[in-house]
């Protein structure tokens, strides 16, 4: 099969960050990026050999030989675009959060009758470490009972769309939550509903937008997870921490490891995870080390053509129901928060 080819919607900070991970996968190629305004889009390609510039959505889409479409916009145009992707009978990839979990139902039908791919783009679950922690998991913490995340990067500037609500409604809890309850989906894997949430949000005084939250959520089969995030604490912070029944694990970079992702980019310092039982100190907590070959976005990226190419039903179900079960928990924190 030849390489599939994918256009990029949107010419901002992450679609750079994708752009180049497609032109790292050697079964993927870049074909188009469409902006709202071409000079952009121009702009964008200028240093890709093999991208042309389109100007709009649905010129992007009119492309024939357009296998995927990477939706790399603001959250609020997400649900029109994906929707007009897969009518056009695109695979699609699309940034996190999504829209309110009813249309993300009403997406995965969609993309499910189309017969196309339907992928959200998250980094961490693709790295290696992710699978290594849920294999170990019963040996190493028992039966999973909570999960504490702190997930923050200093953003400052008022004109970022994560401080307009009209653009991201949900602000920080959209934008970062997703990784504290992408965390609960994988790691905790609670059983039951969602029996209790409460939050604690600080918003900006000049946008009103969301910026830092606390909060907590309990399930009816005994969980619970607490969470802290935002983008006021000066400093980047990633820790995870989730505790069972024999033992902890934890992780100070459970979102973009610090050895290789868009972020960082640390050769000295190996990923992986910190294993603590009974009543170990410090010097007793043991490094178990989960190398990548790849950074976790190409590695999305490999897996999102593998989808394409050999549509995995097994595999596809758990991506779509892992991104619903996501956006689920944004959406009971966002009914309760003021
Ligand atoms: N997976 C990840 O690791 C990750 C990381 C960062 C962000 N994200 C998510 O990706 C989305 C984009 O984030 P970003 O940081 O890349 O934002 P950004 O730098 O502001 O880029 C957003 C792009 O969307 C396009 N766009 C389309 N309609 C728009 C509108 N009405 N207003 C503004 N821009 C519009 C713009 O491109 P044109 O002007 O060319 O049309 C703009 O460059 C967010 O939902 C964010 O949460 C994901």
Redesign the pocket.
């Given at each position: 099969m030849d390489d599939i080819k994918f256009g990029v919607?949107?010419?901002?900070?992450?679609?750079n960050?994708v752009a180049n991970a497609i032109e790292a996968v050697e079964s993927a190629s870049l074909l188009a990026v469409?902006?709202?305004?071409l000079s952009?889009?121009v702009s964008?390609v200028s240093e890709r050999k093999t991208a042309i510039a389109v100007e709009g959505v649905d010129n992007l889409l009119k492309i024939p030989e357009l296998d995927v479409v990477y939706v790399?916009?603001?959250?609020?145009?997400?649900e029109a675009i994906v929707f007009a992707a897969i009518a056009a009978g695109k695979h699609v990839l699309v940034?996190?959060?999504l829209p309110a979990n009813a249309a993300v139902k009403r997406m995965i039908e969609a993309a499910k009758t189309a017969g196309v791919v339907l992928m959200d783009?998250?980094?961490f679950v693709h790295h290696p470490r992710t699978e290594a922690i849920r294999e170990a998991i019963p040996a190493k913490v028992g039966q999973p009972k909570s999960l504490h995340s702190a997930f923050y990067f200093p953003i400052e500037d008022k004109g970022?769309?994560?401080y307009d609500q009209e653009?991201?409604p949900m602000g920080a809890l959209?934008?970062m939550g997703?990784y504290a309850m992408r965390a609960v989906v994988e790691y905790l894997q609670p059983k039951g509903s969602l029996n209790k949430a409460a939050s604690v949000a600080e918003r900006d005084e000049e946008t009103g937008a969301i910026k830092r939250m606390s909060g907590v959520i309990g399930f009816d089969s005994g969980e619970s997870a607490t969470f802290d995030f935002g983008y006021t604490s000066g400093t980047g912070i990633m820790d995870l921490n989730l505790i069972g029944t024999s033992g902890m694990i934890a992780m100070d970079d459970f979102v973009?490891d610090w050895h290789n992702s868009?972020v960082f980019q640390e050769a000295d310092v190996k990923t992986g995870f910190t294993h603590r039982t009974h009543m170990a100190s410090r010097k007793d907590f043991n490094f178990i080390e989960t190398p990548a070959e790849k950074a976790a976005?190409v590695i999305m990226i490999e897996r999102f053509v593998a989808l394409v190419k050999e549509q995995d039903v097994t595999a596809l179900d758990q991506f779509a129901d892992n991104a619903f079960k996501t956006q689920r928990l944004l959406d009971a924190i966002w009914e309760v928060t003021d």
């Open positions: 919607i949107g010419t901002g900070n992450i679609a960050v469409s902006s709202r305004t952009k889009a964008f790399a916009t603001p959250t609020a145009t997400k940034e996190k959060p783009a998250t980094h970022d769309i994560r653009l991201e959209g934008d997703w973009l868009f976005d």
